[in-house]
Each structure stands twice: as C-alpha cells, then as structure tokens.
C-alpha cells in the first residue's frame, strides 16, 4: 500500500506493521452489536472462494441463521442476486433478498423484514446511490434499530464503507469522500490492492482533517467490530491486507495491519495466494472504467 518516500502520501509518515492486536478486546464483549466490513471479495467476487460468506453466516451463533440480501447499491442486478442465490442456497440458512425497486410486490412492512433477520447482507455498488435510497425508504433507521436489537450487518465495498463517518465512492465516476451513516467511527477505504486510485484520495482527505482516520482494506479482508469496537481483521486469501491511517499534527500514521487467515494450509496451497475469477473481475472493471463505466 505504497512505499515510504511516496509522494502522494504527504512529506512524512511511519509505518508500523499490527498483528491483530485488537481480537479479544475486554470493553463491551458482551455487547450484541456486530458488524462485518469487507474491503472486497464474497460471493459477488471470489465465487470459487467461500471463506468469507461462510464467516459472515458464522458471527450470529445460531444453528441456521437467517440473511437478508441488500442489493440496493449495484441496482439489484441479476448477476448479483443470482450469485447470492447460488451461494446461499444449500447452506445452512434461510437466504432472502429485498428489492426496494419492487416494493409493491413486498406485503409486508420492511421494518418486519429486517428486524426478523440475523444477518443483513448488503452488497457493492455505489455507496451514493445506496444511501440516497435507503434515506428515501426510511431503510436507514430501520437498519440502525435491527443493529442494536443484535442483527449482524455485513456488506463489501460500498456495502462496507456505508456504516462508516465517511468512505471513498467512484459513484461519479472520479474517487471522492462520502459521508456514510456513522454507526462506526472513522472512515474506510475498500478495494485497496484492486483499485488504487482510491487510495491516495483517502490518504489526503485524513491527512487534511476533512474525514476521520479509519482503515485501507484489500480484497478479501474484513474487519469485525462489536459494537464500535475492532474486534478482528480476517482475509479469505493469503497476502492480503488492511492498514490504519490517523493524522497526528497534519502527519499521517500507517500501521499495517496482518489478519489472520481463514484459508487452511491445504486451501493456501490449492488456491495459491490468487483467485483467477478476482483477477478477471478487475480487468473488466478496469475496461469498464476507461469506456466510462461508473463503479461504487
């Protein structure tokens, strides 16, 4: 994520490498609340790599868990409700999705939806788009009340950065920050290793004061937070990983962050540090981006 020198980066920063230093946090363990951001990866990208979806199914403790699907942020496409589909099926849950696009073929209230689920899913896209619509539905709110009865929110990408002070979108095209709904402090950047422009905008905006510091994830890593605690940083791939970034007196402060592995030696070794289909979906996005194509 950049080397020491690197002149987009300010005239000075240290960087200090982090082994999870936070899992087991004593404050607030018995607190309810969790949340799982995804810098990028599930089942919209690494559909030969279920580690992290099967996570995400593990944090609420239940024998079959039911997960709702938000696809509210890529336009509910078919390709990414199909793919939920198809991963979900045949594990142990009970796998829905809600369309705020078909709201009149939904009978029930959404609040009844929601707060009956253990997990929400929320899916990437444009973190702009997602928001204004959330707000316009009142989704918002209903979101903030399932998290204190205890629902798991997960979500990669823009489905990350949206419980956040502030993420970086491409919702327009060009990197900016984004103010997202503050149910976490600080801001994140997703996507770090696959879309680097991201980067550097993020950098500059916590150097600046204008965002909070917060985290830089790549593809494939998650952050674990029970209640507005970091509780843990995993990765569905090896070589992947995550750093802090605070501005201390207009200086940034990076501290690499190394999650822990959920991959085994056998599948390190099968998988070999890469997941081909990744590495196909960042070359059509990055096609996309020069046809004008306009991502999260």
Request: proline share 5%; hydrophobic share 40%.
């Amino acid at each position: 994520m950049g080397a020491p020198g690197d002149a987009r980066d300010g005239p000075r920063w240290w960087l200090h490498e982090v082994v999870q230093p936070v899992s087991g946090v004593p404050q607030g363990r018995d607190d309810r609340r969790l949340i799982f951001a995804m810098g990028g990866g599930g089942f919209t990208m690494e559909p030969a790599n279920p580690l992290l979806d099967d996570f995400v199914l593990s944090l609420p403790g239940t024998a079959e868990p039911k997960i709702l699907f938000l696809p509210t942020a890529s336009g509910e496409t078919s390709a990414h409700l199909n793919a939920f589909r198809e991963r979900f099926a045949h594990r142990t849950c009970v796998a829905t999705d809600l369309s705020l696009f078909r709201l009149s073929e939904t009978t029930r209230a959404l609040e009844e939806i929601v707060l009956e689920q253990d997990i929400v899913y929320v899916g990437g896209g444009s973190m702009r788009n997602l928001l204004a619509l959330w707000r316009a539905h009142g989704l918002d709110r209903i979101l903030l009340r399932a998290w204190e009865a205890g629902t798991v929110l997960a979500g990669l990408s823009a489905g990350a950065m949206c419980w956040f002070a502030a993420g970086v979108t491409r919702s327009r095209g060009a990197p900016e920050t984004l103010e997202g709904l503050g149910l976490l402090d600080g801001s994140l950047s997703v996507h770090a290793d696959g879309e680097p422009e991201r980067l550097p905008v993020w950098l500059a905006a916590v150097r600046e004061g204008r965002i909070p510091g917060g985290w830089a994830l790549d593809d494939g890593v998650g952050l674990v937070f029970r209640g507005r605690e970091l509780e843990r940083v995993v990765s569905s791939r090896p070589g992947a990983g995550a750093e802090r970034v605070d501005a201390v007196a207009g200086e940034l402060v990076r501290r690499r962050i190394r999650p822990e592995l959920l991959l085994d030696d056998a599948s390190v070794a099968v998988l070999g540090g890469r997941d081909e289909a990744v590495e196909e979906l960042r070359r059509v996005h990055r096609l996309r981006r020069q046809m004008g194509r306009r991502g999260s």
